[in-house]
């Protein structure tokens, strides 16, 4: 079974320092991956994917992600976080059919 | 990108009654929509997998009787809980993706906040 793992639940960093809420991933085959965000009581925000192609990956509002095939992993990152991106993030891959696994969440709390 | 329209998005119900909640995509027609249900601070679980024009698939050890699912058109989607308990109360999701493609992101309604009092 296809699964992803985000080892923190909790990220805390200032404003203006660099941003990394890590993801790791077990998957059979290619993976399709995929960061969200979600904001209190909402939905979720796609934020970017990782299908085939180019290892780093560029997504919404200044957010990238770095597929690591040897680590498995797919780490989210921002050079720059602000107050604004303080919310909730998963990691998914998408299985056959099209149903996200999603892992377990991580916290962002930026501080000014 | 595309619209998943979910409604109501907060809605208060005595135990024992039955609540719709409803899935629309707003842009495009898709032949599967996904239903989650999430806890405080936890992840999505999902729940279901709705298929237009055919029965739901349900993920284990969810109770189809009492998650109805119903896919009429290729934009609606219908979770109804039935006979709602005080533990129904959650935060539902619903997704859906632009259909027959294999890498294309997953759209979100905004999430039903259920109370059961």
């Known amino acids: 079974a296809q699964s992803v793992a985000q080892p923190e639940d909790q990220v805390n960093v200032a404003e203006g320092n660099p941003l990394t809420v890590k993801c790791t991933y077990s998957v059979s085959g290619n993976p399709y991956l995929f960061w969200y965000v979600q904001y209190p009581n909402r939905g979720l925000q796609f934020l970017l994917k990782y299908i ?29 976080a602000l107050v604004s991106d303080s919310a909730l993030y998963f990691c998914a891959v998408r299985e056959r059919g099209g149903k996200l696994i999603f892992g377990q969440g991580t916290e962002l709390s930026v501080k000014p | ?58 993920e284990q050890g969810v109770e189809k009787d009492k998650f109805l699912i ?8 219908t979770l109804t809980v039935t006979s709602a308990h005080p533990e129904d109360s959650s935060f539902y999701i619903c997704s859906a993706s632009f259909p027959l493609t294999g890498n294309t992101e997953a759209f979100f309604g905004q999430g039903t906040r259920l109370t059961v009092v």
């Open chain 1, 52 to 80: 085939t192609g180019d290892n780093l990956v560029k997504g919404s509002y200044g957010f990238e992600a770095e597929f690591n095939k040897s680590q498995t992993s797919f780490h989210l990152k921002k050079p720059s």
């Open chain 2, 1 to 58: 990108g595309a619209v998943v329209s979910q409604h109501p998005s907060r809605v208060i119900c005595k135990s024992g009654t039955s609540v719709k909640i409803e899935c629309r995509s707003l842009d495009f027609q898709a032949t599967t929509m996904f239903w989650y249900r999430q806890f405080p601070k936890q992840s999505l679980m999902l729940m279901a997998t709705s298929n237009e024009g055919s029965k739901a698939t349900y």
């Open chain 2, 70 to 77: 119903n896919h009429a058109s290729l934009t609606l989607s």
